[in-house]
């Protein structure tokens, strides 16, 4: 049960920083491999602001301030990108990926930091006959209702409308009059936010430290790509997947609980090369 | 006709005027290949020239280099970028440890780490290059993810060392002594030297071609009637043999293997090193591979080693996706055209 409910936590988190990565691949064609680094600034600067005001303030805050970085780098980075290929970008944000690495090190140091949970939220409850740290139910209810939350307005909301659209194939879209770039500076600012929401919510319960970009970073491109590139539910879908098999492998045998979701997606792909929502290859 | 004076003499003679004649074009090309067989020569005593310890940076960086050589003409002549060459890289080291372990002498175990190589990358490459696109980078990311957690196991551990890596103790090697001193250059210099030119071979042959055809539209290419699946499957097993000769070189070389040999990063900053240099080109992952050992020996202590790199890397691949190389070719180019009409005029 424990197991259960670590895995569907891990899983939140993931949905909502693949959801983002999905978003931006599906409507710019940029594979953000700086991601990671984002959800890392995200957490450090939960650490920070937390510190000088409180877990709320930043909770609000982070998120934030880190959608105008994703509106600043939409405007002076990606766009002019747009005509290189795919793999390049995806390179370039890597270089990025690599250079914030060392940014995040000479402003708060290599070592842990650890970030307390709120005092409401503090402790643990009773759940289903188990006790549980009561933090990491407000993440896996928070990323769930996050998770919701973007659902609908993708679903019910004229842009999302667009962005669907725009997912699906670009250059018609742009062609029935959607302003591809007017969409994904919105786009790119709600992914960097959700990038940052996910640090924030992480920061009480991981370390956070230099490292921290590249162990999240690897999980939520693969589950985008098994989820279908570009797919928002296809992601969503692989990263609770990812959550759950973690799960049965720390219950099973706990020491391949890392190894096996990546078993385990690598074989989904195997079978499936084009992802859970994919075409079918010819 | 002596070699020596040939090459300089000819090159001089190609700078910017003979563009494009006919009849010279052949006497050019041989002459080339002397230059480059004389190069080729001179270079396994390197070590007469430099002193021990730029002899030790040239040894380091030029492993690096045929890792980036690997990895560049994989992203640059087929267009997979895999980040799964660690696997072979450090899957060499790893089998080399285990192999001489047992008693069946180093070169048996260079062999074994070979075919073991290749064959990780036939599987490897099977299940990933199925996957279009970016796809295709991210699942080999996730293959090397796996296999660095693999041998980092508790369990594996007999097998594997866990994260304390093992050692790799060879006496000697082809007839080398000094396995981890600047003695093991030849073999360095040699496996450069076959690997260059298989590759050259490889990218002017029919094969090499339709490898080209593949990257540029597959689509097109399978319409055309080819199978694009078993080509790309070779080069990938090919470039996965060229980096595990560069992870035996490595194991030998530092006496050790451990999991960060396996890991993306190592991956990664390879093949940052071939694009800075040019993945397309032969030379360009060796320029780019010494560019990123100087820097990482610079910023060493101190650090910023990433800081350096991602910004040289960034700021350079923005410019010219095409590397250095690249960017030397198109400057080459455009002076020798500005040169040829000026000739023109003259005339």
Do not use: C, K
């Amino acid at each position: 049960m424990v197991h259960l409910l670590n895995g569907l936590t891990y899983g939140a988190l993931l949905m909502v920083l693949a959801s983002g990565l999905a978003m931006m691949y599906g409507l710019r064609g940029v594979m953000n491999l700086a991601h990671g680094t984002l959800y890392m600034f995200g957490a450090y600067l939960g650490y920070t602001v937390a510190g000088a005001t409180n877990f709320w303030v930043a909770l609000v805050t982070v998120p934030l301030l880190l959608a105008i970085v994703g509106l600043v780098l939409e405007r002076i980075a990606l766009r002019r990108l747009a005509g290189r290929e795919v793999l390049e970008v995806a390179l370039i944000t890597l270089g990025a990926a690599l250079m914030l690495e060392y940014v995040a090190l000479y402003i708060w140091g290599a070592v842990d930091l650890s970030l307390s949970p709120p005092e409401l939220l503090s402790g643990s409850s009773r759940l289903l006959g188990t006790t549980y740290p009561t933090y990491r139910l407000f993440v896996l209810v928070a990323g769930f209702a996050i998770m919701a939350g973007l659902a609908l307005w993708l679903q019910r909301s004229r842009i999302g409308l667009f962005i669907r659209a725009a997912s699906l194939d670009r250059e018609t879209a742009s062609m029935l009059g959607v302003n591809i770039d007017r969409v994904s500076l919105v786009v790119v600012g709600l992914a960097t936010g959700l990038a940052g929401a996910a640090g924030i919510l992480a920061a009480p319960y991981v370390a956070i430290n230099p490292g921290m970009w590249s162990e999240i970073l690897i999980p939520s491109l693969v589950v985008v790509v098994v989820g279908g590139l570009g797919s928002v539910a296809g992601a969503a879908i692989a990263a609770l997947g990812y959550g759950l098999v973690q799960t049965a492998g720390a219950t099973l045998v706990p020491e391949f609980s890392l190894i096996a979701p990546f078993v385990a997606l690598i074989a989904v792909l195997a079978l499936r090369p084009t992802g859970l929502a994919g075409q079918r290859v010819h | 006709m002596t070699t020596m004076p040939a090459g300089p003499a000819t090159r001089r003679g190609e700078d910017p005027t003979g563009v494009g004649d006919g009849a010279p074009h052949t006497r050019r090309t041989g002459a080339w290949a002397v230059v480059v067989v004389v190069l080729a020569g001179l270079g396994f005593a390197l070590p007469v020239v430099l002193s021990g310890s730029s002899m030790r940076f040239v040894l380091e960086a030029t492993i690096l280099g045929l890792f980036a050589l690997s990895l560049g003409f994989l992203a640059g002549h087929v267009g997979l970028v895999s980040l799964a060459h660690g696997v072979f890289y450090g899957g060499a080291g790893y089998t080399m440890a285990i192999v001489l372990s047992g008693d069946l002498g180093v070169h048996v175990a260079v062999a074994i780490a070979l075919v073991v190589s290749l064959l990780l990358s036939l599987v490897i490459g099977a299940v990933s290059i199925r996957v279009p696109g970016i796809g295709f980078a991210i699942v080999t990311l996730a293959v090397g993810e796996v296999a660095f957690l693999s041998v980092g196991l508790n369990r594996l551990r007999p097998l594997f060392g866990g994260f304390d890596g093992r050692p790799v103790s060879a006496e000697s090697f082809l007839g080398i002594s000094d396995v981890t001193g600047i003695g093991l250059w030849p073999a360095v210099w040699g496996t450069v030297i076959i690997s260059v030119t298989s590759l050259w071979l490889l990218r002017r042959s029919a094969f090499g071609v339709l490898l080209a055809a593949i990257r540029d539209n597959d689509e097109r290419a399978r319409f055309s009637g080819f199978d694009t699946f078993v080509p790309r499957l070779l080069a990938f097993a090919a470039t996965g043999v060229m980096a595990a000769a560069a992870g035996v070189l490595a194991a030998l070389n530092t006496a050790y293997v451990s999991p960060p040999n396996i890991f993306w990063f190592g991956t990664a900053f390879a093949l940052i090193a071939a694009l800075i240099g040019g993945a397309g080109s032969l030379a360009g992952p060796f320029i780019g591979a010494f560019i990123i050992q100087a820097v990482e020996e610079r910023f060493a202590i101190g650090g910023g080693v990433n800081l350096y790199l991602g910004l040289l890397f960034v700021v350079l691949f923005v410019a010219s996706p095409s590397g250095l190389t690249g960017l030397w070719s198109r400057t080459w180019s455009s002076w020798r055209a500005r040169g040829g009409s000026q000739e023109l005029r003259g005339s």
